[in-house]
Each structure stands twice: as C-alpha cells, then as structure tokens.
C-alpha cells in the first residue's frame, strides 16, 4: 500500500502505513480460546437463576450437537426443574433424556402428581382471596392478589396467564413502585415468550415514572432495552443500551441476562456497528465518552477477557487476531439462547467493518499485504472487496493485474485541511457578527439615554404618550445613525416602516402632550433630511360638559329600570348573568351546589339560555371545532372540567308536547318537538323522513334501502338466520334516524345504533323521539363504549367508515365486538361502488386476512360471517395484523385508544359464540358463563333475578310507576350490574339502556349475553344523548356513582348528577332512586331545587336491605316567550 502525503509530497513507509500488520510476538501473547465442545456447562449454567437457568440449559442440549454436552445440559435442568413446581416442562425433560441417564433420573410420577394436587389447591385459595378483595374494592389487595396469581402461573409455566395477570395490576398500581415492579414483571414474561415489542413498551412505560428509578431498576431497564433492540437486529442501539448498564446490575439480574452476557453482547454489538473511533470515544453517547477506557463498561469487560481483547485488536487495528478469536468464539456464541440467530450476522458485519476501516483513510492499497494483515488469500479478498464495492460500503477499484486497491475519494488529509479553512471563515463571519451586535447595542445605548430626557421634559405625567413618543424619537434617532454613518440600507427601510406604524398610532392619541411630541419629531425627521408627511390640521371639538353627561346617564338608566322590571329580558339577563358568574367563579358554583345538598333554604337552580335547547356537553361543536380532525378526533367525546359545565336547566323548545306514544311514534313524531327540516329537505327522496302538518313522518326508507327498511330486512333474510333467536343484539353504525333498527324490533333483534353529532342536525335526536335504540358516539381515536365479543350481528349502511384505513384500525374495532360466528354487513361504499375500486379490493384483503367467510355480495350489499376461534391469525401477512398481547382485554374500551391488533377470542372464558350461547329468549334468564366476573357469580346471578321480578311489581302495583303503558318507551338503567331491572321489564313496551359504571366491575359482557343492550360510562361526566331522551331513569346506589370505590370519597357531587338526569329526562318522565334513607333526604332537596315533583317511598316489603325509594316526575315548564 502507499498514501500521499500533501504537505511533504513523500511516500510514507510501511511501517507507518500498515498500523495492522502483525510481528512475531502476535501469536504469543494472545492465549487459545476454547471451542463450543470444551464449554463449562456447569460454570455457565452457575451465571443464571430462575427459569432462564433452565430455559438455557435445554436450548444448549437442543443445538450443540455433542451427546456428552447434551447429556449433561438435560441431567442438570432435570436437577433445576425438581426444584420447582413446573411439571409439564418437567415431564418435557424426562422424553428428552429418554432414559440415557439411568433410572435416578426417570419419571417422577409420585412427585409430578403432588406437585399437581398442591396447584391446584393453591389456585382454589388464591382465587377465592382475590375474588374477596375484588367485593371489598380494596385496591392494593387486589393488586397484591393479582401478582400472587402472577407469581403462580409462572412457577407453573403458564406464561401467558402469568403475563395477563401480572398486566392486570397496572388498574390497581397507586405508587411509582407498584408501576416500576408491574413492567418488570412484564418484561421478564414478555422475554421469555419472545415477545420483545412488548419489552420495548414496558421499558419505556417504566422509564417515565422517574420517582421509582433506582440505579439497579436502571441498569435492569438498560439490559431489557439491549436485549430488545439485539433480537430487531437494531444492533448500534443494542450496543447503545448496553454500554450504559451501570455496575450496580451485578448478579441482580441473573434470572434474565448475566454480567458475562452484557460485555458480550455491547462488544459484538458494538464491533458490528461502529467503527474504530467510536469504539475508543463513543460520540452517540454524552455520558459514556468511550466504550473501552469506560470505568463502568471495563468492570463487565474483565469478566470476559477474550471479549476484552477483541476489542482492543480492532481498535489497534490487529485485524487478523482480531478475528481469529471471533472464529474460536463462534461455537460458544452459537450455543446462546439471544446470540444463536444473530451471530452470523454480527461476524458478517464485524469482518466488512474491519475491511472498511482498514481500507478508509488510504489511497491506495497493496492486496498482497492486506491479505496477510487479514491472514486470508488474496483471491478471496479479492471477493469480499468487490461485494463491499459493489454495495457502495467501500468507494475503490481493484486493479487485479498489479493486485492494488484505488480508491476514489481525496485522501482524508485533504478533506481535514478543507475543513479547517471553512471553520476559520466561519470564526471570522461570527467575530464581526459580535463586534456589529456590539455596536448597534452601543448605539441604542445612547440614543436611549438622551431620547428619554428629551420626552421627559415633552410630556410630563402622561405616560403613555411619553412611552409612545420616546420609542418614536428613539426610532428617529437610531434611523439617523444607520443612514447617514453605517449606511445598513436593509434595515433602514425596515425602521423606517415601523416608524410609520408608531407615528400612527401616536396621531390617535387626542392630547396635547403627543401632539408636542409629534412636532418635535417631525423637527428631528426635518433635520435628518427625510421625507415629511403633511400635519394635519387641529381640530376643536365641543367638549362634553358635566350637565350633558349627567342627563344623558338618568336617561339611560330609566330605560334599562323599564327593560329590567316590565319585560322577560330582566329575567333572562339575570339568569345569564347568574350563568356566567358560576362558569368564571368556581368558589361561587361550589357556595350553590352546597346549598343546594344542604337544602337549608328554598335554593333553585336557574333555567339556561334558549340557545342550549339541544345543549351535549361532551359533544358541544363550539369546543370540538376547535380540536384535530385526524381519524374524527373532534367529533369524539371532550367533556369540559366540572366547574366549566353549566348548573342549569335545559329548556324544553317552543311549542313542546308530550311525545307521540309508541309504536305510532316509529311512523311520526312532532315537529314542534325538534323544528329541524334539513334532514326531511335533503333525504324525503330517500324515504329517511318527510314534514306532514304537525307531524315529521318516517316511511321507514334509507340511502340505501329508499323503497323501505322491511324490504331489505327480508333481502338480509336470505342470507342471514335473522329469524329463529339465533340472534338477538345487533349494532348498526351511523345509522341516520334509524329505521333499520326500528323495524328489526319485530324481527326480535335489539339493535343498538348510534352516530355522531353531525351535520344533518340531530338525527339521533330524531330516532330517539322515535323509541328506537340509539345513542351519539363516534369511530375516531378511541373504543367504542361496550364490551368485547357483544354483538350477534354489526350493520352498516353507508356509514361510510373506511374500514382498511389506518393499518384495518376500524375493521378492527368492528372485530372486537363482533362475537365469534357472527355476520358482518355492510351496504354501499365502497361495496361494488363506482370509483371506490381501490377501497373495496382493500377491504375484502382485509376481510380475508382476518379470516372472515365472505357469505355474498348481493349488489352494494356484502355480508361476511366471522370465524370461531383464533386458529389463522398468526399467519397473517397483507397488513401486518397480530393477535393482542394475552393482557389485553377486549372489553376494556372506556377511553381506550384504537388498537392495531386482532383481539384474542381465547381471552374470554366459556361459550360467547353465535350458536354456543343459548338462542332468545332463553339466554335471558340462563346465567352465562361471563358472570364469573363477580365472586360466586351464578349465585349472585340468580338472587339478582329474583330481587328484580320483587322490586319491579312493586313499583306498578304499589308505586303506581307507569311501567307497562304506552307513556313510557325510552328507559335507562343508571347502574345495572347484570340488567335485572331490564330483564324484569322485558314483557313492557320498552327498550333499556343499560349503562355500567367505568369504575366499577365490568359486567356488561353478561348484559350482551342475555340478549340486552347497554354501554360502559362514568358518571362524573355527562352522557352522550341529547336532552329530553328518556321516559324514565332508574337508578340504584345513586350515591356509589360519584364515589371512588377505592378511596371512598366524592370524585364529583350529587347536584351535577341530578341536573344531568334532568338534562336527559324528558318533561312529564319518571325518576325512580334507590339508596339509603340519607342519602334519598339529600336526593328529595336536591330534587326540589330543579322543579320535580318528587315523593318518597319505603322499601318493597321483603327487602333486606336498608333503602327508601324516591319517585319523582319532571314538571312541563319553559322558557318565557320573550327569551326564546
């Protein structure tokens, strides 16, 4: 090889050109390593505890492929295992041993047998503990309850189950430790499953909760990052990771990595991905500045001396010896459970980096003697140079006749002289930068000090003009500076321009001060010499005198004395005035919602304005136009802050009656009940609705079925077993006013259908005031509010929701609550749609890749059937699909964001598939295999029941509650643990919205099962319906609804509850209220002060527990006309 030297123009020699040529003393002073056969598998299984002790074992008795070697790795995990409680993998053992290892270490069925029964009665305990801290609601029970059975699982092998459970604490965590040890366990299952996107994500939840961290957490969190980013091949930040593992790791984390295994892994890692001076001063990282002279990395270093010299040969550039160790290290490498499928890789890359950096600060290259630094021939280098060119990792050409390598970019000390030239013109532009900046600050100094004395003495005691008229002066004076001596014409232009703009605003100042001030301007702007705007001329307006202002203010305030006391407009004004000093004054707000509890003194809560006739305040478009339009994130829910939400009563419209009674009220509602024509102007073509007199009349048409619902239920028929009670609850989005599911009530399906707040303006207000099962929701971000697997059939008719965007997001939403076996419909776009080519070729893709059996396509119409069970998901390959994590729960979706995962069937325990669970309406009354949320849930199921049918008689027969006429359609269950109360009425014309609390358990997967409707949601917010949408509303426990169940304590008050029962209940509706005598008295003040009509009732006669009952009607009231 030779190089040029620029400065000297000489040839320098080979021993200052060839840093990596080996002497004689080179093969003696590194000692052999020893090979894969020679390993210690006692002294290395000694590095590891726990279950990856074992783990590793069998993985070196799988792949070394020495019987010796193998013979022993299985002798001592038989050894290891005994220890445990793991029988299964026990069992696994002995088949593999095979009796190679004599009798002593044959079955043990003796023991894998007591072990079994000690399992199981452990289970039992553990399961009847949690599910007693569960009742009581106490949260660090049940999170402690929750890790025993994590702890259980894992010592079993059930890594999956210990996963879920361990997962499941994160609900029940209060303290940064709690979050710390909950993603630790987490890690450790998600790496002994293999599953290291997992370990990223708990890695990065647990490095945010920073009052937790301790060095050892660190150096732990560090190691699963390493690991994590090893097994993606990300091989420069595993090394990252690594290199920052602190000493304090020690033998603290040996049920998962050793500190053998973190100098390993970081020097491999780091050989492969950096080159020769990162390797001595890593300039990725601030506070590790080197990788080998690094104190803390040097301690895991002198654990693994080989390791250590492979280092320092690559840094010296001692390539040959260098890799002669990595070739005698292989097969001990291979035999790592996390190096076996990366080390070809890693010696790849680690042999072309050192061809590189043997090759890069050189000209040219003499193959000869680079094949003896790399102790390989010069044929073969010839190879592995031109891959290296050919892959544009080395810009050279080899010339094969002389065996020299050329390379093609300017030697390096060129490039470093260019370089420095640049940075010394960069350190002249920025040495006159400062001395400019120093200057001008210099100037404006000056003219500062003498500007403000000379406005001193202009405009004495205004000081606002003086402000105005010293910046003017100090503009003027600077302006003179630039122009006449520094000559900055840029600049000048621009002070000049925001001259123009302070002189007119001084001009609108009408004093005499300013106008002193203007004509001493206008003399500085003359003796610079710059151009002068004409002044105007003074003008002498009459001035006010005090007479005029005191008769001017009589007769204004006998005007307004008129308005206030003789017309509605005082009223109203003081409302809103009351309005808007509760929404600025929280203090206030808080005073009234107190007195209003207390109910000390007569204390009524205001009528609000007109405008909030139809007011939702979680869906206000005021607020959410405001807000990001990506997936629909603005039309979602966005409640505002307790204290921003208005304590008042919505009025009812001008004109309001009491509802059509059903089921006339499915064919016509009153006009004056919604005034709104834009949906009969815009859809009476398409049969959606259609203005007659008093009356808005629903033929029962939609976009896509204008000749009628009926007719296209019957085409559906043909297809779909809707008839017969194999299906019962259907869900169908965007769903306009509803007639699809209006007219499959007689079918004997409840369809639950929703849409958002949108621009055909209440559309689910009118389905409502038709008795038909809807409420306002949106497919944006987040879940939508109902448990996994619910379901029996999910509609959509042009709702125009684009199932394969976002990666199958939606279609994946739609899955989650589909139960296993049933049908998917969707009609119009983008089925067979012209132009929508594109999107219905992606959404079959995304059908078939989820499995679905598509059934028909029957013009706009296609109909798929889901599949039972999980069996072709992890074979999914056109969008990336996978099956959730075993810890995610697919009924959780209270303001759980969207996820890009197919959720696990498997993870609901007993039958839940179309054509398992009992049809209707059998499956009403039979407790379902989901009831086994709650402690002894059959039981509780069925003394449920019986309460209801008590509670209910006695609510028509001695309560004399309308339940049963035609007054009441609309009814919601405030707090409806399994629907008992809907259960119990459903014999009434009436269809239950059943609603579950967020916080409390989670049983409305049962409500789904018994053929029922209902939602998750938090009472501490409002509710997604439009007011005046409910009969009637029940309501048991009312006080558990504003409580923290773990804390005990109010989370939001009474009286807001009350106003938003209000807000939902239509005039002339019911409120029935269960709690306890205290609580009800509180209920009955509240009651008054927001104009029900309430009285207060004992208990049914049978009832053990200690309640009365309130019943109260909402009286008709509205508005004076003239606030309308």
Known sequence: MEAEDDAAGAIIGDEEIYANVRDETDSQRHRPIISGEQLDVEAYAALYTGRTKTTRLLFIADKCGAPSMELEALRMAYDEIKKGENTQLFREVVGKINGRLGPNYALDDAWADAVDRRAELKKDKLENELNAYRTNLIKESIRMGYNDFGDFYYAHGQLGEAFKNYVRTRDYCTTSKHIIHMCLNAILLSIEMGQFTHVTSYVGKAEQTADGLDPVTIAKLRCAAGLSHLEGKKYKLAARKFLEVGPELGNNYTEVISPQDVATYGSLCALASFDRSELKANSYLVYISKVIDNTNFRNFLELVPEIRELINDFHTSHYASCLEYLGNLKTNLLLDIHLHDHVETLYEQIRSKALIQYTLPFVSVDLNMMANAFNTSVTGLEKELEALITNDQIQARIDSHNKILYARHADQRNGTFQRVLQTGNEFDLWKINRLWKRSVDSVESSVAGYCFNQVKLLVKGNEKAMGACQQKMQITMILKIFNFKFRAFDLYLKMETKLVMIEHRIFKLNTVAVYKCKNEILKLREEMGLLNLPSSKNRHARQWRVLDAIVGSFFAAVVLFFLLVFTPLGDSLAASGRQTLLRSDPRHRGRLVALVEQGRQAVAIDACPADMLDHMPCEDPRINSQLSRDMNFYRERHCPRPDDTPLCLIPPPDGYKVPVP?????????????????????????????????????????????????????????????????????????????????????????????A??????????????????????????????????????????????????????????????????????????????????????????VARSLCYELIVVDGNTAIWKKPIGDSCHPNLNEFGLNLCDESDDPSFSWYTKLKKCISRTSSVKGEHAVGAIPKWPERLTIAPSRVSIIKNGIDVFEADKRRWARRVAYYKNSLNVKLGTPSIRNVMDMNALFGGFAAAIISDPVWVMNVVPARKPSTLDVIYDRGLIGVFHDWCEPFSTYPRTYDLIHVADIESLVKDPSSGKNRCNLVDLMVEIDRMLRPEGTVIIRDSPEVIDKIEWISRAIRWRASMHDKEPDSLQREKVLVATKKLWKLPSGSQ
């Open 662 to 754: 059903w089921p006339d009220s499915l064919h016509k509602i009153w006009h004056d009940n919604m005034p709104y024509n834009k949906i009969a102007d815009r859809k009476g073509h398409q049969g959606w609705m259609k203005r007659e007199g008093p009356y808005f009349i629903f033929p029962g048409g939609g976009t896509m079925f204008p000749d009628g619902a009926e007719q296209y239920i019957e085409k559906l028929k043909q297809y779909i077993p809707i008839a017969g009670g194999a299906l019962r609850t259907a869900l169908d989005m965007g769903c306009g006013v509803a007639s699809f599911g209006g007219y499959m009530l007689s079918e004997g399906i409840l369809a639950l259908s929703f």
């Open 756 to 845: 958002p707040r949108d621009s055909h303006k209440a559309q689910i207000q009118f389905a409502l005031e038709r008795g038909v099962p809807t409420f306002v929701a949106m497919l944006g971000t987040r879940r939508l509010p109902f448990s996994g697997f619910s379901f029996d059939l999910v509609h959509c008719s042009r709702c125009l929701i684009p199932f394969a965007a976002y990666n199958a997001t939606y279609f994946l939403e739609v899955d989650r609550l589909l139960r296993p076996g049933g049908y998917l419909v969707i009609s119009g776009p983008p089925v067979q749609w012209p132009k929508q080519d594109k999107e219905w070729a992606e959404l079959q893709e």
